[in-house]
């Protein structure tokens, strides 16, 4: 039997001091032998509930010792619990246990994100308004002045002959909706700020989609009205995980080259087409220089970094179904492989290489082999280190994770154009200024580097985003020179909820509502 005792914590609904109680009691109850604190950190809300790190820590052994009792179900109770009591759709929160039944829950709204693994501490949001800007989601960004491609009579011959066959295959006439009207379509259009493109126009004019017979190669063409609900709740707005998953996030262009605008979402984008997995085939009305307005890409839950290129008008896509040739689509380097995991830096490195990992090579890694890839994007080195970065220097490389070797430093990447998250890892200190000529600097990782200069970080009015230890950030906040201009920010390594909370109100938002709860739950005799 488990007997509790308890302190209040601010006199809030007693269901939360239940639960924690609970949680305690059931984390006590199933310690291991010689387990001296258990930590568990997650998150609840209407989007369900996650266990982040923590665990039963034994002298002795390494990491932390898992195997506590699941705890989903009561999270999803002090989910419901704060959501009713402080309207937070979404709440961080630690446990923290003790062989002696001694406990401390700390909750907060979901401003503080626990990491995903041991050392990733927490992700702040000090302004929760701010996304990163993606590369060419404006409508300022370089337009093409290419015509439409597609052919609104020979689409829907191409239609009717691909209802046919599916007709013949199927033993059964496919049953076609009754088609949009000419004031619908304006509506549409009038919706759409711009045209929708002659040839989808005429095939709407013969059916408002298939009525999900997949006629089209597996894919259902939607009703106008779905497609453009798709187009205004997800495919029209780039894609933003948050700072945990977004600081260094990076939208890569399609294949052909400077064909689709290097965004994740755009207005101009309208889905009509899908295999009900989350992605969508859309018509592009706001195609990059080189691509044809009413141009067919692909977009959703699988592209994330980029939408894929796949015909120059819906005409030249319903040709393909039947095996006919594209006569408007540029001309394609034939490799698609555009991210690559590699071991060394000479395997399967192509001009269409535009992301590359770079995992445990030897040290320091040459990075001269680099000069094959003039697309790089994104560079990591994952558990490995370079002497040198002057082959980046040249490259659009706009995400770059890198280990430096002993002596040496960041002068090659002076006034780098397009360098936009930056993680450095070092053993010995790093001179910082470099920092202050990259003009498109707005995430920075120094949580793996020695580095003596931190009040410089004040001196980058574009930094929005910025990891450090709990060290580093004990520093710098005692310079009084915090970076202006912060959105987001990380709390590296073990550090405890409350420590997240210290350097959020540091940054200046508002914590005095964080919920504290402390207690003990003995076994009774």
């Keep these: 039997m488990i007997a509790v005792a308890y302190e209040r914590g601010t006199g809030e609904d007693m269901t939360v001091e239940q639960v924690a109680r609970r949680m305690a009691a059931a984390i006590v109850a199933a310690g291991p032998e010689g387990w001296t604190e258990c930590v568990s950190r997650g998150h609840a809300g209407r989007a369900g509930t996650g266990v982040f790190g923590g665990g039963y820590v034994v002298p002795g052994r390494t990491g932390a010792f898992y195997g506590m009792p699941s705890p989903h179900e009561n999270l999803a109770v002090l989910g419901s619990s704060f959501q009713e009591t402080h309207g937070w759709e979404h709440v961080a929160l630690e446990l923290r246990c003790r062989p002696s039944g001694a406990f401390e829950l700390v909750v907060f709204r979901h401003t503080l994100a626990p990491g995903g693994g041991p050392e990733d501490g927490w992700t702040l949001t000090v302004d929760s308004s701010f996304e990163p800007p993606e590369p060419a989601a404006a409508d300022s960004a370089e337009r093409s002045a290419l015509p439409q491609a597609g052919d609104p009579a020979e689409a829907v011959e191409r239609l009717r002959a691909l ?38 126009r005429a095939l709407y004019l013969e059916a408002d989609g ?67 997995d989350g992605n969508f085939l859309a018509v592009d009305l706001a195609p990059a220089a080189n691509g044809h307005p009413g141009q ?20 030249a896509w319903l040709g393909q179904i039947l095996g006919l040739p594209d006569p408007h689509a540029p001309q394609q380097s034939g490799d698609e492989a555009n991210t690559v995991i590699v071991s060394t830096l000479d395997e399967h490195l192509t001009p269409a290489v535009q992301a590359i ?46 280990g430096l ?4 430093d960041l002068a090659p990447l002076t006034g780098h154009p397009h360098l936009a998250s930056l993680a450095v890892a070092s053993e010995t200190p790093v001179d910082l200024a470099p920092l202050r000529t990259l003009p498109a600097l707005r995430a920075l990782d120094l949580s793996r580097c020695s580095t003596p200069d931190l009040a410089l970080l004040a001196d980058l009015p574009g930094l929005r985003y910025l990891a450090l230890s709990e060290p580093q950030w004990d520093a710098l906040t005692t310079t ?41 739950v003995q076994n009774a005799i």
Excluded at 227 to 254: K, Q, S
């Design 296 to 315: 067919v890409i692909e977009v959703g839950r699988d592209f994330d970094e980029g939408p894929r290129y796949i015909a120059s008008s819906v005409t």
């Design 357 to 402: 990992h770079l995992n445990d090579a030897p040290s320091p890694v040459d990075l001269t082999p680099l000069t094959t890839t003039p697309r790089l994007r994104r560079l990591h080195l994952n558990r490995c280190a370079t002497a040198d970065l002057t082959p980046l220097a040249a490259l659009p490389v706009e995400d770059l994770t890198v």
């Design 480 to 520: 009084g020179r915090l970076p202006a201009h912060l959105a987001g920010a990380r709390l590296a390594g073990k550090p405890p909820l409350t420590a997240a909370l210290a350097l959020l109100a540091a940054l200046g938002v508002d914590t005095s509502t964080a919920y504290h709860l402390t207690g003990t």
């Design 405 to 408: 070797t002993p002596a040496t």
């Design 210 to 276: 298939d009525g999900d017979n997949e006629a089209l190669d597996g894919y259902c063409w939607m009703p106008l009205d779905a497609a453009l609900a798709e187009r205004d709740g997800y495919i029209g707005v780039p894609t933003w995980f948050g700072w945990d998953l977004g600081w260094n996030h990076v939208v890569l262009d399609a294949e052909p080259p400077n064909t689709v605008r290097r965004c994740t979402g755009h207005p101009g984008w309208l889905p009509f087409a899908t295999w009900f």
């Design 163 to 200: 209802l046919l066959r599916h007709a013949e295959e199927s033993g059964a006439e496919a049953k076609m909706p009754a088609p949009v009207t000419e004031a619908q379509l304006a509506a549409a259009e009038q919706r759409l700020g711009r045209p929708l493109p002659a040839d989808l």
